[in-house]
């Protein structure tokens, strides 16, 4: 799904990475905003971080075993 960086919220913490909360376009209520850690990595393996403003597309994904049966 398509997203927008909203926020950048610095870590307080000099060994934690700051987060970017992202407002996913389409979500539900209560998914509509994700945050996710903001150090990433390239194709090329260098460290990278999103920038505010900066347009995204979200995908997320889990191993089997994360998952339930829905009832």
Same mark, same amino acid.
């Given at each position: 799904?398509?997203?927008?960086?909203?926020?950048?919220?610095?870590?307080?913490?000099?060994?934690? @990475?700051? &987060?970017?909360?992202? *407002? =996913?376009?389409?979500?539900?209520?209560?998914?509509?905003?994700?945050?996710?850690? !903001?150090?990433?990595?390239?194709?090329?393996?260098?460290?990278? @971080?999103? &920038?505010?403003?900066? *347009? =995204?597309?979200?995908?997320?994904?889990?191993?089997?075993?994360?998952?339930?049966? !829905?009832?």
């Amino acid at each position: 799904m398509a997203g927008t960086v909203e926020t950048i919220i610095k870590s307080p913490f000099p060994n934690l @990475s700051d &987060k970017a909360e992202i *407002h =996913v376009v389409g979500a539900g209520h209560l998914y509509g905003e994700i945050r996710i850690d !903001n150090s990433l990595t390239n194709e090329n393996g260098e460290e990278v @971080s999103l &920038k505010l403003g900066a *347009h =995204v597309e979200v995908t997320i994904d889990a191993k089997a075993v994360s998952k339930v049966p !829905n009832k």
